[in-house]
C-alpha cells in the first residue's frame, strides 16, 4: 500500500458521487514528500477511500485514479488507455484526428493524448503523469504504432502545478508538420508550434455541422485558424473569416491554398471594433459563427463575462439576414449553458428579434464529458434561427 494522505469526512460524499479531486484545504495531513507519486487516501476515521496522484503545490492536491486498494502499476495505466482506444474505434486512421485521452473523462487525470494521421501528441498537466511520461508513451507507442510522438508539456497550467515547459520528439518522425482530413477538408498543423496540440479538436462535430448549415454570406469571428471557416466555404457563397492574429491568419491562408478555396476572406482586425463598424454599415450575413477565447477562466471573471458574451451575441443578431443562423459558443467552464442562454435571450431582446433555438451543441464525443465531474464539460453551443 502507497503512503497515506487523510481528508476531512465532508469531503467524503462528493467523492462517493464519483468526484474525482480533493482540493488542498481538504487535505489534513499534507506531505510535499510525496509530490507526484500515487498516494492512499484514507478518512479522518482511517477508512480508505482510492488512491491516485497527490501535489501540495497545486490547488487540486489529489486526483483520483481508482477505489481499488490494489497496487496501480504499468498494467492499470495500458488497460486505462486501452480501454480509451476502444471508445475511439473507427476513428484512429491515417488522415484522422482523435483525441485519444482526455484527462478525467477517460479516468487518466493529468493527461493528454491526440492522435493526428498517424502522429501522437502527449501533454502531460500534472506532476503524477509526468514522472511516468516514458512509461506512458511507451505504452502508446504499443498500443497505436504512430509513426512519431511529441510531448507538448507547455500549458499554462503546469506552471500552476509546479511544473516547467517543455516541448519534445520522444520518437520518430521528426518533422512537426502533419495534414489530416476534418469530412472534406484538409488541415495542416504544426505538432510542436501549432495551439494546444495542433488543432482545436473539441470543435470538430460542430465545424462539419456549421458547413451543412452554411448558405449565402457567412462570418466567422474569431476564426482562429479557420476551423468554422473552412466547412462554411463548401456551401458559402462567400466567408469572410476575422481574427486579431496575423500568425493564425497566415496558417488559414495556408490551408485555403491546400483546399484550393477561392471564397474566404481574412481579415485581420479585432472583431469587437469590427462588428459596430459592420453594423452601421448595414452589412448582412446569412450565418456567423462566434466562437470566441474564454471569457471567464475563474469566477471572479463571471460579471465581465457575461458583458462580454452578451455584446457579441447582441451585435452578431443585428447583423444576421431574416432566417439568418447564429452559431454562438462559449468555451469557459465556468460560464453554464444557461448563462449563455441567458446572453442569447438578452442579444435577442435588445435588438428586437426572436429567435428559435434550432440546437443546442457541445464538445465532441472524444472529448467525454464525465456527468459526475461538471468541469469536465466546458464546450457549450446554440444553433438559432433568428427571425
Known sequence: MPSRIRIKNKTLNRLRTGHLWVYSEEIENPRPEMDGTIVALESDSGEFVGQGFFNSRSRIAFRLLGKSPEAIGREFFRDRIQLAGQKREGRIGPEQAVRLINAEGDLLPGLIADWYAGRIVIQCLIPGTDRLKEMIADILQEEFQPEAIWFRNDSGGRGMEGLPEEVFLWKGNADPRVVFREGQVRFEVDL????????????????????????????????????????????????????????????LEKNLELNGIKNVK??????????????RAGEKFDLIALDPPSFAKSKKDLHSARRGYAEINRRAVSLLCPSGILLSYSCSYNFSLSELLEAARWALADSGRTGRLLEIQTQAGDHPVLLNMPETWYLKGLVLEVN
Do not use: W
Open 192 to 251: 510542436k508550434e501549432g495551439h494546444k496540440t495542433g488543432a482545436y479538436l473539441d470543435q470538430a462535430e460542430n465545424h462539419l455541422r456549421a458547413g451543412e448549415l452554411s448558405r449565402g454570406r457567412c462570418l466567422d469571428a474569431f476564426t482562429f485558424q479557420g476551423g468554422f471557416a473552412l466547412h462554411l466555404a463548401a456551401k458559402a457563397e462567400q466567408v469572410m473569416a476575422v481574427d486579431s492574429s496575423a500568425p493564425a491568419l497566415s496558417v
Open 266 to 279: 481574412p481579415v485581420k482586425r479585432n472583431i469587437f471594433e469590427l462588428l459596430p463598424e459592420l453594423e
